[in-house]
Structure formats: structure tokens, C-alpha cells
């Protein structure tokens, strides 16, 4: 685990070096085709060196849940094993791993007055006075949820409303998917001023990759369009709004670099309330070497 630019595709691949594992993506984003550059999706070579999955396994215009990522990685864990490999999942996504981990309690259904009612607050106060109240009802889901989300924040404020249990509360508590595994969690945790330096790095050497003329080529589905899932990936949303006229390219830069690094940040907040969880330098690779070999042996 780890927020994003913190080394954890590299950690993976050295690691791949000294024990025959697999690779189970846990990332939101590499799920989709053709979302590569902006993704940070492992590069081909590295993906023929070292077996990956869920990986390219939706279309950008598709939706992929965590409930949808828990069962096959509840399925891909074992298989793998059953190889004679070890299971390495890898990835930010702190809701897929709550999911698989912990399980996912069903959620309740939408109401159309209490959404109304919701929508008109919004509409009268704005976004981030609605933000403010998630904050006091449900931390967790305020942390991760962004004040420039209001679909997302409306339906957490929903699901509170109707039950007066938190939307965070929702997301852990059901039955778990993956039963009976010993599991060694580690965090890739740079510091902070590190951290912030390769986020805009990584930036810089997505837009010499090509990243915009990957989205340009997303752009021209007509299937897609801004609000999708795929499509509100950090990046690739201020990717959107730039090439469809909104500001300029200084602007753009900045707005992604900014938006990257808020993202790291609710990744971190979101780690910090993980239990049993081992924090380490990307660094300092024979600590977490010291670590996997501790684990192995012990199992």
C-alpha cells in the first residue's frame, strides 16, 4: 500500500526479483484501457517479466466497484498460491483493499426525497459548506471524498441521513471475501516533502510521454465523457478541462500537480487508520525485504 509517486510499482518489481510472486493490481484507474500514461500503469515489459491482473479489464465507458474488485481478487489470491507463487497486491486504492480485507456491508438504496432535499441544500449553500457538514458526520468518508465532488458527497450525506451511521461505517463490516490467509500489510511512505518533489516529477515525465495526446484520443469516444468514473481520475480530469478550453497550459500543470498531491494526502489519512499495518522508507529496501522474508518464513 502507499499514496501515489511513492515507489510501490518498483518495490514490487524488486521484490519480484527475489521471490516468484504475481502481481493483483489495486488501483481504480489501471482497471481501464487505455488509461496507461496518466495511470502510471506498469510499462509492457514489466508486466511480461512479472504476471499482473486487473489490468486492462474494463472500457473506459464501464464502472467497476469495489465490491466487483473484491471477488476477483478473492479469486485470483488463491489461484495464484495454488501455483506455487505469492500473491503481492499492490496498489492506493484504500476502498479495494477495505473491501477484500474486511468486506463491504450492502448499502442502502437511494431516496429520491431526502436526495432532493439535498440537492436544494447544495444548490443554496455550495459544495464545500456540505463537505464541512460530512466532516462532522463521517471523518473517514470527508478525508477521501474531495469538496469538488458533489455527487459523491451527496450520497454520503444521504446514506447518513437515512440511517445515522457514517457511509464508512458502511464500506467495512460485511462479510469478508478473502477467508483463512495470512496477510502482511505494508505502507510505501516517503517523507512528505519527497514525496511532493516525485509527485510533480512523475507529472513532468507523464506530459513528455505523451499523457495529453492520450487523452486527446479518449476525448474522441463519444462513449466517454467527464463524469465517468475513468474519466475523474486525478489527472485525466484536469487533462479533460484544459483540452476542452478551460485555462491555460501553466494552469493545467498546476492544477494536476495540486490535485495529485491532495490526492496522496487522503490516501496517507486513509492509511493511517488501517491496523497492523507496517510503515517503511521506499528506500530502504533490505527493511523491506527483512520484512516478506520474516512473513514467508513464518508461514
Do not use: N
Amino acid at each position: 500500500m502507499g499514496p501515489t509517486a511513492s515507489g510501490k510499482t518498483a518495490a514490487a518489481l524488486a521484490l519480484a526479483r527475489r521471490w516468484p510472486v504475481e502481481v493483483v493490481s489495486v488501483d481504480s484507474a489501471q482497471v481501464y484501457r487505455g488509461l496507461d500514461v496518466g495511470s502510471a500503469k506498469p510499462a509492457a515489459d514489466e508486466r511480461a517479466r512479472v504476471p499482473h491482473h486487473l489490468i486492462d479489464i474494463r472500457a473506459p465507458w464501464q464502472t467497476y466497484s469495489a465490491a466487483e474488485f473484491a471477488d476477483d481478487a478473492a479469486r485470483l489470491v488463491p489461484a495464484i498460491a495454488a501455483r506455487g507463487r505469492v500473491p503481492l497486491l499492490v496498489g492506493g486504492t484504500g476502498l479495494y483493499f477495505r473491501a477484500l480485507l474486511e468486506g463491504l456491508s450492502p448499502m442502502p438504496a437511494a431516496d429520491p426525497e431526502v436526495r432532493r432535499a439535498l440537492q436544494a441544500e447544495l444548490a443554496h449553500q455550495g459544495p464545500a459548506r456540505l463537505h464541512a457538514r460530512l466532516a462532522e458526520v463521517d471523518p473517514a468518508a470527508a478525508a477521501r471524498i474531495r469538496p469538488s465532488d458533489p455527487q459523491r458527497i451527496l450520497r454520503a450525506l444521504e446514506v447518513h441521513r437515512l440511517t445515522g451511521r457514517p457511509l464508512s461505517a458502511w464500506q467495512c463490516g460485511g462479510s469478508r471475501p478473502l477467508r483463512d490467509v495470512a496477510v502482511l500489510k505494508l505502507a510505501l511512505s516517503p517523507p512528505r516533502e519527497v514525496l511532493h518533489a516525485r509527485i510533480e516529477q512523475r507529472f513532468h515525465a507523464m506530459l513528455r510521454a505523451g499523457f495529453l495526446d492520450e487523452v486527446r484520443g479518449l476525448m474522441a469516444d463519444p462513449r466517454l465523457h467527464p463524469e465517468l468514473p475513468s474519466m475523474r481520475a486525478v489527472g485525466y480530469r484536469q487533462a479533460w478541462a484544459y483540452l476542452s478550453g478551460q485555462g491555460g497550459e501553466e494552469d493545467f500543470v498546476a492544477a494536476g500537480i495540486a490535485a495529485t498531491r491532495q490526492l496522496a494526502k487522503r490516501q496517507l489519512t486513509w492509511l493511517r487508520a488501517e491496523p497492523d499495518l507496517f510503515w517503511l522508507d521506499p528506500e530502504d529496501f533490505p527493511a523491506l525485504c527483512r520484512r516478506v522474508e520474516d512473513f514467508l518464513g513464518a508461514g
